[in-house]
């Protein structure tokens, strides 16, 4: 990126000239800055032209409201137009109505917007009509006069017309527009000599970026143009499609490899990004399928015959609710996701002992778990976090412990402090992890024995979200398993004095 004067510099032969030329003076005309401020110019312009567009719609729209309101409030009266009283409301209600010597003319209302309109006016011809020559320009208001909503119909074997006044509505909508297109011709017009100015100072650091990489190698000189558009070239290929393209570091500028080589690095980690985020959609959709499928599955046997059958209606009732149940904590589970890796979710700090929440949450589970045996051995030990979420990822490991530990099975809390650091561990003696998954059991949706976390209700996202949580604190997780032996997760976290 390079501002004009740099671009200068670039183009001046030996003796110190600048050449003159077409070539030059189209580098000047098409910056990038004077690029950027056309397209976002022209931006503005369709935008403002949509507006209008959408303003002269509505106002149509009103104006014709207006005026079939006024027809609807004299059309009891239509059906007796010969006599004095009836004119003489026609004549107060602002309508003039006049009798005609040839056949209506204008547009009839069609079946589908004919409902819309009272009965006894749904076969009148209607047309919007300029009376006389529309006046000069500086008389607006007598230019708003000159358009009428005219109706004409049959009645008795005699044609007549109503003449109804749109000034009312006419006025106010030409007096907005007018506004609206003076702001808009006022922005349009600042816009084009301020934007330009706003592209360059939002440039500025690039371009001094530029001018510090051509002040690398001060012997060779500055680089020139071409040399610029190489790299910019490769790049240009770069995107979402493509994010395994990378720059070629050996065909690169020596100057222009750091910057190649920095490029090449966010590039790893976007593409990284890109997938996990690819693989964290799918995985999601997967798993909010395999409910609604089973959902939508009970509803088709309730629908067919399961509203006459007792029993297949109780099951039916007690699996959906199940599997709403299941969906609820899935969603939830996503949401904290979703808000942890936006970084959304603010930590409220605070001096806490980790004792005092292994002891909650053990006798918690003990209460509500009655098929294991559990046991606490719980020392004070002082750390500085978010006691709600140390908690979660606590209860996210005891949860675990429980599903996959089968019933008059031990799971033990422990709570201690070696080497500077907090440590809360549980331990089970359950069914283990495979060697070869334990490396993966972090990771969002992984789930080492597919069946049993279905049969257990797990989504594969607990663990995920305890990681997240003491990462978030400044720790780390730690993980031992052997099949048919247990398991041991221990969160580590900096103790404090």
């Excluded at 283990?432 to 490396?439: L, Q, R, W």
């Excluded at 995920?464 to 997780?477: F, L, N, Q």
Aim: proline content about 4%.
């Amino acid at each position: 990126m390079m501002s004009s004067n740099d671009l200068q510099s670039k183009t001046k032969d030996k003796t110190g000239k600048t050449p003159a030329g077409p070539e030059w003076r189209n580098r000047l005309r098409f910056s990038i800055a004077a690029r950027l401020n056309i397209k976002m110019w022209l931006w503005l312009l369709s935008f403002f032209i949509s507006l209008n567009f959408l303003l002269v719609s509505a106002s149509l729209v009103c104006i014709i409201s207006y005026g079939e309101q006024k027809l609807g409030d004299i059309s009891p009266y239509i059906h007796d137009m010969e006599t004095l009283e009836a004119n003489q409301l026609l004549g107060v209600s602002g309508v003039a109505i006049e009798e005609l010597e040839g056949k209506p003319k204008g547009l009839i209302l069609p079946k589908s917007l004919a409902r819309y309109v009272p009965e006894a006016t749904a076969g009148f011809a209607r047309r919007m009509q300029i009376v006389s020559p529309p006046l000069k320009w500086p008389d607006l208001q007598k230019m708003a006069e000159q358009l009428v909503y005219r109706v004409e119909f049959t009645q008795n074997n005699r044609s007549y017309g109503l003449t109804i006044n749109l000034q009312p509505v006419v006025w106010p909508s030409m007096v907005l527009i007018g506004l609206a297109l003076v702001v808009q011709l006022i922005t349009l017009i600042s816009r084009f000599f301020s934007g330009i100015r706003q592209i360059r100072e939002t440039l500025t650091p690039l371009t001094e970026l530029a001018r510090q990489a051509q002040s690398l190698n001060v012997e060779r000189g500055p680089f020139t143009v071409e040399e610029m558009k190489q790299l910019a070239g490769k790049l240009e290929g770069i995107n979402a499609a493509r994010l395994d393209t990378r720059i070629d570091i050996e065909t690169t500028q020596d100057e222009l490899k750091g910057l190649a080589q920095a490029i090449n690095h966010m590039l790893d980690r976007i593409n990284e990004s890109y997938r996990a985020q690819a693989r964290f959609v799918s995985d999601a959709s997967h798993e909010l399928r395999t409910p609604i499928a089973a959902i939508q599955g009970y509803a088709n046997l309730l629908d067919r015959w399961g509203k006459y059958d007792e029993k297949a209606l109780q099951e039916s009732i007690d699996a959906i609710k199940e599997e709403t149940a299941d969906m609820k904590d899935l969603v939830e589970q996503l949401l904290f996701l979703a808000r942890g890796d936006s970084n959304r979710m603010p930590l409220q700090i605070e001096r806490l002992d980790l004792k005092d929440i292994a002891t909650t949450v053990y006798k918690e589970t003990e209460m509500i778990d009655g098929g294991h045996d559990f046991t606490i051995d719980a020392q004070p030990v002082v750390v500085e976090g978010d006691a709600g979420l140390i908690k979660q990822a606590l209860r996210i490991l005891v949860d675990n412990a429980i599903k996959y530990t089968p019933v008059g099975g031990k799971i033990k809390i422990i709570v201690n402090q070696e080497n500077g650091n907090a440590r809360m561990i549980v331990q089970d003696n359950g069914i283990g992890i495979p060697p070869e998954a334990v490396p993966h059991v972090f990771e969002r949706f992984f789930r080492a024995d597919e069946s049993r976390a279905r049969a257990t209700g797990g989504t594969g996202l607990g663990l995920s979200i305890a990681r997240w949580i003491v990462e978030r604190h400044g720790g780390h997780m730690e993980v031992l398993s052997r099949e048919d032996v247990g398991t041991r997760f221990s969160i580590v976290l900096p103790a404090k004095n």
